[in-house]
């Protein structure tokens, strides 16, 4: 599982397998048990969540569309 970055113990990451198509760049973010998936395009967005409150999944958003940039290029650094 390829990290990106952490932020306030929230760990931003990529699962080695995404898929077969591979799917678009997106980022998972973890922390104590409760995780969600992230589409960067055509904008942030929620795939999934499990667990994140409404303050939590706002916060991790935030984050994801600042940081959409850096989350995109260690995307195409990892998977070409």
């Known amino acids: 599982m390829p990290r990106?970055?952490?932020?306030?113990?929230?760990?931003?990451?990529?699962?080695?397998?995404?898929?077969d198509p591979r799917e678009p760049a997106h980022v998972h973010v973890?922390?104590?048990?409760?995780?969600?998936?992230f589409w960067?395009?055509?904008?942030?967005?929620?795939a999934y969540n499990h667990g994140l409150s409404a303050r939590e999944l706002r916060l991790v958003s935030q984050v994801v569309l600042?940081?959409?940039?850096?989350?995109e290029e260690a995307w195409h650094?990892?998977?070409g």
């Open 77 to 79: 650094a990892h998977f």
């Open 4 to 19: 990106v970055f952490e932020h306030q113990g929230w760990r931003f990451f990529f699962y080695s397998n995404e898929g």
């Open 40 to 46: 960067l395009y055509p904008e942030v967005a929620p």
């Open 66 to 71: 600042e940081r959409r940039r850096d989350i």
């Open 30 to 37: 973890l922390k104590e048990g409760r995780e969600a998936k």
